[in-house]
């Protein structure tokens, strides 16, 4: 396995790209560590596709280089650069039973029968597909098909990283989650490089140990589940992860004092500049009580465990997520915002300093 240099990438569709709106992936600088799992979660259109491409070589990219262990393999083609691949649909040959398509990839690679033999069944009894080894591929039902192709993708022991493109796409839903923590899982057996790509958050926060979520062909951060629930490094990964999102309320700095109309929020760390800011607040960070800002509840909807709350504070909506009994539409209530994981953003980013 490898560890997977993205340089300065950037890639437009166009043959004179003019400015950053006509690039596909506007600049794109990650390092992915050997033997980690990652995802790559954005949504549809931001460029995971174009970036998946690159690295697997079917996309030569416009600007920049990418480097398995420290070698440079941008100018190299695909079946050169040593991939696995599962894509959204199975790709497995029906007419083959489910040993013969485990196997397959390694025969054709020329590995001694006893070696190949040896890694079916490991890779057979990771996947629980023993059962199956000798039924044709034609009569699995799909998750299953799709199962084999990930243990197509899985079998090699020699590639530089393995690539799932959507791969739960074609899943039951209630097969999905199944599935899901059965990628995690094979990933701490086999400990190859992984790289997900998905628009779906709860696949991407389930398999990866770090997370590149992107937007509009920009990375925006890179971090653990828990940094981009915590720390949101933009208002986008506020919004677009968590359930639901980040509030995001227009306000500004006045003096070093971040304000909420002509109340001040107080932040655990310090903003710099003065000026108009967005003040981001996930539902979990706000709290109903007796001091704060005085609103009244519009609607409550219950999730479970938990009911979100939304209240009106004059002419803007926050949500609260509340556990326990939440108090009823009308009431009036007061909201405060936990101060370290209260954030100020100037054109998405964010620009508290992290007190912690
Ligand atoms: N072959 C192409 N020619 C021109 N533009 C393209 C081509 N492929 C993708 N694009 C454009 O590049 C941008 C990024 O697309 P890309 O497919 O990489 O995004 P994505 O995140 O993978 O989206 P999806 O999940 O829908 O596939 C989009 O604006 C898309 O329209």
Redo the contacts with the bound molecule.
């Keep these: 396995m490898a560890e997977i240099r993205l340089e300065h990438l950037r890639h437009s569709?166009m043959p004179n790209p003019q400015g950053p709106d006509d690039y596909?992936l506007k600049e794109v600088d990650v390092t992915w560590e050997d033997g980690g799992a990652y995802a790559l979660l954005?949504p549809?259109?931001?460029?995971?596709?174009?970036?998946l491409n690159i690295v697997s070589g079917l996309l030569a990219p416009s600007e920049g280089r990418i480097l398995f262990d420290g070698q440079d393999v941008t100018g190299l083609p695909p079946d050169k650069r040593n991939i696995a691949q599962v894509f959204q649909f199975p790709v497995i040959y029906d007419t083959m039973t489910v040993r013969q398509n485990l196997a397959f990839p390694l025969k054709n690679r020329g590995v001694a029968p006893a070696r190949i033999a040896e890694r079916v069944a490991e890779i057979a009894a990771m996947l629980e597909v023993e059962d199956m080894l000798d039924t044709r591929a034609a009569h699995l039902s799909p998750d299953n098909k799709q199962k084999i192709s990930m243990g197509r993708g899985l079998v090699r022991d020699d590639v530089n990283v393995v690539m799932f493109d959507e791969p739960l796409t074609v899943i039951d839903p209630h097969l999905k989650w199944k599935l899901r923590s059965k990628l995690k899982e094979l990933h701490q057996r086999v400990r190859a490089t992984m790289i997900y790509v998905t628009?779906d958050q709860t696949e991407a926060l389930t398999f990866a140990d770090k997370v590149v979520v992107m937007q509009e062909?920009e990375v925006v951060q890179i971090g653990t589940p828990v940094e981009l629930f915590e720390r949101p490094a933009h208002t986008f990964v506020g919004h677009f992860i968590g359930s639901p999102g980040m509030n995001i309320l227009p306000g500004r700095v006045d003096a070093g004092q971040v304000m909420l109309g002509d109340v001040a929020v107080p932040m655990a760390g310090r903003v710099a500049g003065d000026g108009a800011v967005e003040i981001g607040v996930r539902p979990e960070f706000v709290e109903l009580g007796d001091t704060g800002l005085p609103a009244t509840v519009a609607r409550v909807s219950d999730v479970g465990r938990h009911a979100i709350v939304e209240a009106r504070l004059g002419d803007l909506t926050v949500k609260a997520k509340v556990e326990g009994t939440p108090p009823p539409a009308g009431t009036d209530v007061r909201l405060s915002f936990r101060p370290d994981r209260t954030r100020a953003y100037r054109d998405g980013w964010n620009v508290t300093e992290d007190a912690a």
């Design positions: 569709y596909a954005g549809s259109g931001c460029g995971k596709s174009t970036l628009h062909g």
